[in-house]
């Protein structure tokens, strides 16, 4: 299936939550390599996927891609509360800035016109 990994004609925000996505699923798969483990390495290899169909502007793709964002920031704020301190006060960051870029209202009004 060929396509596009980045769309220059998107809104900078879904071309931000897009390459965010991507550099998250590199960074996760750099982790599990170096470590051994990382915790969100499942959600990471999807969001990346869901990313591709953003760049296609694919909507199924658009609401998967929510739905992991959301589903990273609940697994951050879990780990957080049973014991895994605030060291993850900075990957809650990250998570909800994803979230943020995602559901953006300029991403919103993109992706109601010109997803399929």
């Known amino acids: 299936?060929?396509?596009?990994?980045?769309?220059?004609?998107?809104?900078?925000?879904?071309?931000?939550?897009?390459?965010?996505?991507?550099?998250?699923?590199?960074?996760?798969?750099?982790?599990?390599?170096?470590?051994?483990?990382?915790p969100f390495l499942f959600i990471f290899i999807l969001l990346a996927v869901a990313a591709f169909g953003v760049a296609n502007e694919r909507r199924v793709a658009y609401w998967a891609a929510v739905?992991?964002?959301?589903?990273?920031?609940?697994?951050?704020?879990?780990?957080?509360?049973?014991?895994?301190?605030?060291?993850?006060?900075?990957n809650l960051l990250f998570a909800g800035i994803l979230v943020a870029l995602l559901l953006h209202p300029e991403s919103r009004h993109y992706e109601r016109i010109w997803f399929k």
């Open 1 to 38: 299936m060929p396509g596009r990994w980045i769309d220059h004609s998107q809104p900078q925000t879904l071309q931000g939550a897009v390459l965010f996505s991507y550099l998250n699923a590199a960074m996760a798969l750099l982790f599990t390599l170096i470590l051994g483990q990382s």
């Open 67 to 90: 739905v992991l964002a959301c589903a990273y920031v609940l697994g951050v704020l879990f780990i957080m509360v049973t014991g895994g301190g605030f060291g993850g006060i900075l």
